[in-house]
């Protein structure tokens, strides 16, 4: 299972550059952490649904990746997976590596994903792979 953080313009359309991939272990690192209520729900996201993220959540979605983000260079959370797998999504590689600097990189990319959907206006979907 995968959930894919995702960018639409007003009409639904998908902006298909814009996007950040939450594979099955980040989404259980994630669910592991405590004070990130946001992060922590997505592992319990039906992967068979299209989940709209409103204004509010990616409010408090974009202060806990910022303060993830912090904790990371801090090296005050848990160890993050050191190798993350992309089977079932339709991508020619088995996994990748992740790690302190993956997890900074998919914390910046959340980050920058809902600064621009507040920026364009676009909407944020949550959208299930079940791999």
Request: glycine share 10%.
């Amino acid at each position: 299972m995968a959930l894919t953080l995702q960018l639409a313009d007003t009409d639904g359309n998908l902006l298909t550059e814009s996007y950040a991939i939450l594979d099955e272990e980040l989404l259980d690192y994630f669910a592991s952490l405590e004070g990130f209520p946001v992060l922590r729900s997505f592992r319990g996201v039906d992967p068979a649904d299209e989940t709209f993220v409103d204004e509010e959540v990616r409010a408090v979605l974009a202060a806990e990746a910022e303060e993830l983000e912090r904790r990371v260079e801090r090296r005050e959370v848990p160890e993050p997976p050191d190798h993350v797998g992309l089977e079932g999504l339709g991508d020619l590689r088995l996994g990748e590596d992740f790690g302190w600097k993956g997890l900074g990189d998919i914390l910046r990319r959340i980050s920058h994903l809902l600064h621009l959907a507040r920026t364009l206006g676009a909407e944020v979907w949550l959208l299930g792979d079940e791999g």
